[in-house]
Every structure is written in C-alpha cells, then in structure tokens.
C-alpha cells in the first residue's frame, strides 16, 4: 500500500505542485521527451505488471519467478534509459558528451565516473567575470564577487534528481545547504539573472524583437531603415506591430508617424519598415522619439517581444557645426591596457569639418612616467561625423602604485563650433594592475572555497560529524529559525547517519551499501511508527500506509521536483523524478523484498502469499489518475494557452491544470478510504 500510495503522491500531488510553483510569466518544458516517453511508460506499466502477478497470474500469491522479473525489470529500465538519453534510437539526440561519465549527485564518483567534473575555477573565469559586471555597470566586493560567481557555476550545471533530493532533505533537517546564504547584493544578481531565462522555450517559440535599441540619423538622410529580428522557432508565421511615439520630436514636424504590422513568413529572420525624416533650414538640437514593438495577441500566433521591444531614433541636426564634449566626467583604465581611448561627441548639429584641440594635465599622474601627454592634440571631425576617440599611451611601470589620475581638457574648436559647458574636461584614472592581481587572486581563492562548500559529500567521517553536529553545517550566520528548531528535532537522526562511510571509501559503493541497508531500517521504523499512529486514531493499515507513510517518505522528493523545477531551465529533472522513481519503487523496492521472501516460502515448500484485495483496488485506481496526469501533461505541451510546456505558463491555465491533477490525487484518497471502510465494493 505504502508503494502505491508513495507513486500516488508523486505523480499526482507533486506534478501539481511544479506546475503551480513556476513563476508568473515563466514556463518548463522537458527536453529529453523520448526519456520522458519511457518513464512514463515505465511508471504505468509497473503498476499493471504488479496487477497481473497479484490478480490474473496466481491469485494473491507472488511466485519465485514473478518476483525475480519484477526484479529484472529494474536494469532493464536503467539500459533503456540510458540509450535514449545517448541517442542510439534514431530521433534522439545524445546528451552526454564522449568520454564523459553520468553525476551520482554525492560527493564521490563510482569508479570511472570520477573525472565527469571539475570544480576549480581559474583566473581567466575570475577576469571574464569582473569585466562583464564592470560592462553592466555592477561592482562587487571580492567575497560578493566569489559567492556570486560560485552560484553562477553551481545553478548553470544540471543537477541530479538526487542532488535536489539531497536538498529538500538537508532544508528539512537544518543541514548544509549546497548553496548558501548569499548577501543581499548577490541575491539580487542571482535573482535578476535567473529572469534572464530562454524566452524561446527550447526553440518552441518565436522571439521577435528590434535589431538595435537606438539609431542616429542625419536630418537630412530622408529615411532611416528599421531592423526587426525573429530567433527561436522559424517555421511558423508570426507577426507583431509597431509604432512611433513622441518625445523631443515631435510627428509630423521632425518625422512622419508611422504604424504597423510587421509580418515574418516561416524561415524569415529579419524584417524592416522605414521612418521618413522631415529635413528644414531651421537649426534645432539634437531630438529624439521612440519605435515600440507590441503583440498582437493569439493573431500574431505563438510568439513573444524580446528585451528589446523599444527603439530611441536620435535625429542629428545638420545645420549647424555642433558641440563638443566628453561623454562622461570619467575614466578609468589598468595601467596594462597599453592604449587607453576616450570618446568625444558632437551633438546638436555635424555641418563641415571641424578640428576640437585638447591638452593633458598632470594630476597625481606624471607625463611620461604613467602616461604619454599630448599637449596640443588634434582631432578632425570630417562632415556628418559624430563621435571620435582620443587615444593616449599608458606606460605600464610594473611596481605596486596607488592610483595615479590626469586630466584632459577640449580647449577649442574651430569652424564655429562650440565646447559643452560641462563635460569639456574629464579624470583619467590609472589602476594599478598589482593591486588587480591581487584582488583577482582573492576573488579566485575565495571562489574556490564557495565551490568546494557547495559539494555533497565529504572525505572524512571528522567533516561528516561536524556537519551533523552543527546547525547549517555550522554555517550559523546563515541559519534561519526553522533551521534551528528543525536541527534540534532532527539531531539524533543525523548523529546516527554520520556513522555511514564517506564517499571517498571504495569509489562511493561502501556508502551504497550502508546507506540502503540503514534507509530499510529508517524505513521500517517509520512504518511502524505510522500504524501505530493509525491504530490510535483509528485510521486501517492500509489507509496509513497511502496517505501518513506514502506523504511521509515522498516528502524529500516534493522539495526536490520543486527546486529542481524553479531552479532548472527544463522541466526533466522536476517531472523526470517522479515518473522515473515510481517505476524504480516497484522493479526495485518491491522486487527485491519479494524475491527473498519468495525464496524463503519455497525452501520452507509454502506459498508467499500477498492480500490483493485493497491493493489491487489501489492499483486501478492509481492507473486511471495516473494516466489522466500524463494526458493533462501531453496537452499542455501541445497547447498555445499554455505556452507548449509541462509547466508554469499563464496564471488561469497553470493553476487550472495543477488543480485539477491535485484533484485527482484527493480522488484517489478518497476512494480508497471509502473502498477500505467497505463504503464501496472492491474488485
């Protein structure tokens, strides 16, 4: 009952939970179908294989030979899956890449599995990393840095089920999490790249979005010509419309409005509509309006606007010979960069050619020690240019240095141009690269120590204890309250499963062995302990066995298909881990139990026998919900309204879908408590 009850669960309450758990505007969709195909397959076969022997095949007794092909089962399951997820059926593409080996999700690896992933990070990640948050405009502290590029590695691998099982379990019991607490700076960062997710959907569906998010146009260009680019899905029609909007520039004075739609014909990737400019011989400044991108709704088919829906169109008057300044007020360069450039604009007009001069000052920076100076340079701005760089050599000294700066000032222009009033001197500032170094050596270190927190396992049983002993894994600063209460509850449990061997014993299998064996134990006692409680509130065995038991030790995989369904880009590993261990429960967790108690009986020339009555009422009953469940999933995929993915998408139609799987689950208690209380008639 316990076994049935458990899939029950799983397939039915969980599958409900990851589809209302997703995020508002977000979607899962599984990847790998042809391996959903089969342990979906699996998880229903299993139960009508279970039917057959307890019903049709030797009538509520289990024969040697039928426990021994429940058994069998179980490998059988594991090749298949493996050689769809290789791709050696036609149609399937291979996931794992030559010579790489599978993660258990411990901290070990079982024999050749041990080189499958490396953990170090090096300088160049480090260095890669702090330039693109020095692009994005974002600084960080060295620890904030380390932490956020040790959870960039960690959430972008694909994690186990047992990882994410490893995970419920540890949040549970107040144990170490394999990601931690993260400063409210990294959280943010975390969070703000985790909305950065594939809008596609794994290629389902059609992003279309402007090709750039600005264009400068010269007044008198006459028409300036518009991108629009598709990417994801290509084989469908789709189309979406825009429109001109005001700003400074205003329709019909400065341009002419236009408003459309832009339709793409299966396989096409980018569109264009054109923008006339309105040109006069009256001098202006520099104006600007805006193109939006907007969907049309189930019209425009099965796509979406990408991040760059808004266009800004700058309109360059010509009438006049322009201003001139810096961009900013300052710079800033390592000493290693050799060629250290700095923009100069013109704005509110380009007419003719016109040479802006500039001169460099000494600040705590030294001429031709820091930097080369330039004390009556030149730059030419040709008619209709609007931009040009001063380039400076930097002098690299290689001795540790405080930051040195300079100065560089637009001292005049020609032509009858003029200098900004505000921006027509800017800092340059020097940074030593010794001190970079350091910081890089910091940030790398410190990364590495996120890193190896972040494992599973441990090398040694001293590692094992202090982790069991101490709240968080004796990461207090990190401990919430519930950590607290659930670490003091749970102190016991987690001082006895620290005797287990670690993983660096005998390639991980030591651990195997142990663990089972004391899981049976754990497992017993729970049991036990259920009916007992049953007994006292007056609840049948069986019934305790389907519902306090069945929730109680599916409660590690409700927490794992949760994170595993917020915190992966498909839907595999959240929908993966139920379909795959109900069929696991019976090949393997029946299987094995039965074929010893099956060969016990024989020896003592008796017959197993197993009350089919309840259970095989039980089983039915989970077929039909469970097959609904899969349906609802299959249709989901194939639906627009729910953005062709197993999980999330729309807020009416997700929680439409999860309410009526978690239905189905309370469908299935309730007919077997009133089938058990001989409400109803059994099979």
């Known amino acids: 009952g ?14 409900a939970i990851c589809i209302a758990a997703i995020p508002k505007g977000e979607t899962r969709r599984i990847k790998e179908i042809g391996v959903f195909g089969l342990t979906s397959f699996s998880c229903l076969f299993a139960y009508v294989w279970l039917f057959i022997i307890l019903v049709p095949s030797s009538y509520g007794v289990v024969e040697v030979w039928e426990a021994l092909l429940t058994l069998l089962f179980f490998p059988i399951l ?4 493996w050689l769809v997820d290789s791709g050696y059926f036609p149609g399937m593409k291979k996931s794992i890449p030559p010579g790489k080996g599978l993660e258990l999700g411990l901290g070990g690896r079982f024999g050749e599995l041990e080189e499958a992933d490396k953990r170090n990070v090096t300088d160049e990640d480090v260095r890669e990393f702090i330039k693109k948050g020095e692009k994005e405009g974002k600084r960080y502290t060295a620890d904030e840095a380390a932490q956020l590029l040790a959870a960039n590695i960690e959430t972008e691998k694909h994690h186990s089920a047992i990882w994410y099982r490893v995970n419920g379990v540890r949040a549970l019991s107040g144990g170490r999490k394999p990601i931690p607490k993260m400063s409210l700076t990294v959280e943010q960062a975390i969070k703000d790249r985790r909305h950065d997710k594939d809008a596609t959907h794994g290629g389902q569906r059609a992003v279309v979005e402007f090709s750039a998010a600005s264009y400068s146009i010269l007044e008198n260009a006459g028409t300036i010509h518009i991108g629009v680019s598709r990417y994801g899905n290509l084989s469908h029609t789709v189309s979406v419309r825009y429109q001109t909007e005001d700003a400074t520039a205003l329709a019909g004075e400065d341009y002419i409005a236009v408003r459309g739609v832009l339709e793409f014909k299966p396989g096409e990737e980018q569109k264009f509509f054109d923008i006339k400019i309105i040109d006069d011989d009256v001098y202006e400044p520099d104006e600007i309006f805006n193109v939006r991108l907007s969907s049309l709704g189930p019209e425009g088919g099965d796509c979406v606007v ?11 008057n010509d009438d006049e010979p322009g201003e001139f300044s810096f961009t900013k007020g300052s710079y800033m360069f390592k000493e290693s960069v050799g060629i250290a450039e700095i923009p100069v604009q013109r704005v509110n007009g380009c007419d003719g050619t016109v040479e802006v001069r500039y001169e460099t000052t000494d600040l705590t920076a030294v001429s031709n020690k820091h930097y080369v100076p330039e004390t009556d340079g030149i730059l030419v701005f040709e008619h209709g240019e609007t931009q040009k760089w001063i380039r400076l050599q930097i002098i690299d000294d290689h001795t540790p240095d405080l930051d040195t700066h300079f100065s560089i000032t637009l001292s ?21 690269d010794d001190e970079f170094n350091e910081m890089l050596n910091t940030v790398t270190n410190k990364t590495d120590e996120h890193l190896e927190g972040m494992t599973l396992g441990r090398s040694t049983w001293g590692e094992q204890f202090h982790d069991a002993m101490n709240v968080n894994g004796g990461d207090v600063n990190s401990a919430t309250t519930f950590d607290y209460v659930m670490h003091f509850l749970t102190f016991f449990w987690k001082v006895i499963f620290a005797f287990i061997p670690p993983t660096c014993y005998a390639g991980g299998w030591l651990t195997f062995c142990v663990a089972l064996a004391a899981i049976g134990g754990l497992t017993a006692i729970v049991g036990d302990l259920a009916s007992i409680l049953g007994c006292l509130i007056g609840l049948p065995d069986t019934v305790t066995a389907i519902t306090l038991v069945a929730i109680g030790t599916s409660l590690p995989d409700t927490f794992a298909s949760k994170k595993a369904a917020l915190d992966e880009k498909y839907a595999d590993s ?10 696991v429960n019976v090949f393997l967790g029946l299987g094995l139990p039965w074929l010893m108690a099956a060969i016990y009986h024989r020896t003592k020339e008796q017959e197993f026998i ?51 799987v978690g239905f189905l689950w309370i469908l299935y208690i309730l007919l077997n408590i009133l089938q058990n209380t001989n409400v109803i008639s059994g099979f």
């Open 574 to 583: 959240a929908i993966g881990n139920v379909t795959g261990s109900n069929s």
């Open 2 to 15: 316990t076994i049935v009850g458990s899939a029950a669960f799983n397939l039915l309450g969980i599958t």
């Open 306 to 316: 990408g991040k760059i829906p808004n266009c800004t169109i700058t309109i360059i």
């Open 78 to 81: 594991v090749i298949i899956a």
């Open 412 to 432: 005049s222009a020609s032509g009858g141009a003029k200098l900004g009033l505000r921006l027509k001197r800017t800092i340059v500032t020097l940074v030593d």
């Open 610 to 660: 197993v009350e089919a009555g309840a259970l095989t009422f039980s089983v039915v009953i989970y077929l039909i919900t469970a097959l609904a469940t899969i349906i609802v999933l299959v249709i989901r995929r194939n639906l627009s309204i729910a953005g062709h993915a197993e999980l999330g998408g729309p807020v009416g139609v997700k929680f439409a879908t999860a309410g009526f």
